[in-house]
């Protein structure tokens, strides 16, 4: 891939589970990728050694550690095409009346507040850039649509993500940023490794839910990213077929 056509791209939460596919399955592409999340370990092997592979141990909920992602970025590449904003945690499972506020902010800083610092950084300098403009990649869940039994923190914070998705879209599009927000369910990481052996209905029961492979997943952000500027694809559900979602069950 030759320099314009290669992609300068922050994924945050890069080490595991679906931030690990993205980041590899780009670095493969001929992008050049900053893998950011909070663990050193696990962003190396994420990298796998690729020369392209910038890796930047970042707590997302920290402003100051988002404003020195996005500055290590710009003096290492010189600019900012796409933030794919997947960090994130799914919590202890509650209704809202049994939320512990600890908790509960925990979760909202790093679902949302995350989120938005990082969208803000990288907006910022999307907007002054040369060529300008870049994309914004929200990763949301189905739970930005129609919750889990108790799911209310993280429902709450994904219906967030889509709010941020459409300010951004509208905000940013006559800077030449696009904004897409993609909402998987059960794709087979670690944070749905529970879904798969049993996992709360709305009518009391359990049941094992059916996963996909989160290569699937990689493939559609590496089109995204491959995409021009002029072109904007606001929501991209993807989900395992035969899960409970579709209807009533
Ligand atoms: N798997 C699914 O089917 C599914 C469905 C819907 C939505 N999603 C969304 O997809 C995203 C990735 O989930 P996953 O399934 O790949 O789970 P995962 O493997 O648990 O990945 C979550 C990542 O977020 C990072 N992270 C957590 N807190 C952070 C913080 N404060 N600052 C920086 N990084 C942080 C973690 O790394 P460190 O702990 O090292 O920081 C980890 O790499 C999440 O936003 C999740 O809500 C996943």
Same mark, same amino acid.
């Given at each position: 891939?030759? %320099?314009?056509?290669?992609?300068?791209?922050?994924?945050?939460? *890069?080490?595991?589970?679906?931030?690990? %596919?993205?980041? $590899?399955?780009?670095?493969?592409?001929?992008?050049?990728?900053? @893998?950011?999340?909070?663990? *050193?370990?696990?962003?190396?092997?994420?990298?796998?050694?690729?020369?392209?592979? @910038?890796?930047?141990?970042?707590?997302?909920?920290?402003?100051?550690?988002?404003?020195?992602?996005?500055?290590?970025?710009?003096?290492?590449?010189?600019? +900012?095409?796409?933030?794919?904003?997947?960090?994130?945690?799914?919590?202890?499972?509650?209704?809202?009346?049994?939320?512990?506020?600890?908790?509960? /902010?925990?979760?909202?800083?790093? &679902?949302?507040?995350?989120?938005?610092?990082? /969208?803000?950084? /990288?907006? $910022?300098?999307?907007?002054?850039?040369?060529?300008?403009?870049?994309?914004?990649?929200?990763?949301?869940?189905?739970?930005?649509?129609?919750?889990?039994?108790?799911?209310?923190?993280?429902?709450?914070?994904?219906?967030?993500?889509?709010?941020?998705?459409?300010?951004?879209?509208?905000?940013?599009?006559?800077?030449?940023?696009?904004?897409? %927000?993609?909402?998987?369910? &059960?794709?087979?990481?670690?944070?749905?490794?529970?879904?798969?052996?049993?996992?709360?209905?709305?009518?009391?029961?359990?049941?094992?839910?059916?996963?996909?492979?989160?290569?699937?997943?990689?493939?559609?952000?590496?089109?995204? +990213?491959?995409?021009?500027?002029?072109?904007?694809?606001?929501?991209?559900?993807?989900?395992? &077929?035969?899960?409970?979602?579709?209807?009533?069950?």
């Amino acid at each position: 891939m030759d %320099q314009s056509s290669s992609r300068v791209v922050v994924i945050t939460g *890069a080490g595991s589970g679906l931030g690990r %596919q993205m980041a $590899r399955r780009l670095l493969r592409d001929g992008h050049r990728v900053a @893998l950011a999340g909070r663990t *050193a370990s696990t962003l190396e092997e994420a990298a796998d050694g690729s020369p392209n592979g @910038l890796t930047v141990p970042t707590d997302v909920t920290s402003h100051s550690d988002v404003t020195s992602l996005f500055d290590r970025v710009g003096a290492t590449w010189g600019r +900012v095409d796409v933030l794919i904003n997947n960090a994130g945690m799914f919590g202890r499972p509650g209704s809202v009346d049994q939320l512990n506020v600890d908790e509960w /902010a925990d979760m909202l800083a790093v &679902n949302l507040t995350g989120p938005v610092l990082c /969208a803000g950084e /990288a907006m $910022r300098r999307m907007k002054r850039q040369t060529p300008r403009g870049g994309r914004i990649i929200n990763n949301g869940s189905l739970s930005a649509h129609t919750p889990r039994p108790m799911s209310a923190a993280y429902s709450v914070a994904k219906h967030g993500i889509t709010g941020l998705t459409r300010s951004i879209s509208l905000d940013g599009r006559e800077f030449d940023i696009s904004c897409t %927000q993609i909402d998987i369910g &059960n794709a087979a990481t670690q944070m749905t490794a529970r879904v798969a052996v049993e996992a709360l209905q709305p009518d009391g029961s359990l049941r094992a839910e059916p996963t996909f492979d989160p290569a699937h997943v990689a493939d559609a952000v590496s089109y995204l +990213v491959g995409l021009p500027l002029d072109v904007s694809v606001p929501f991209l559900t993807m989900m395992a &077929n035969q899960m409970p979602f579709a209807g009533r069950g």
